[in-house]
């Protein structure tokens, strides 16, 4: 188990990649890969308001994750 103290570059990386209220962030940067970033974070109102909209008229586009 990883244990990390507050640290401003946490918070700098997070705002630099426009992420709210996040609870754990995993940054996966493989040779010849592309950077990934998966995120487990609360969702906000505006988020969820967002969802909504995009799932009522149905302009998204279900994209399949790469298997190792």
Known sequence: MAISTPNDAINRILAALGLEKV???KINAGV????????EQYVTERQL??????????????VPKECP
């Open 32 to 39: 010849n890969r592309p950077v990934t970033i998966v995120t």
């Open 23 to 25: 609870r754990s962030l």
């Open 49 to 62: 308001d967002d969802l909504a909209t995009a799932l009522e008229t149905k302009e998204w586009v279900l």
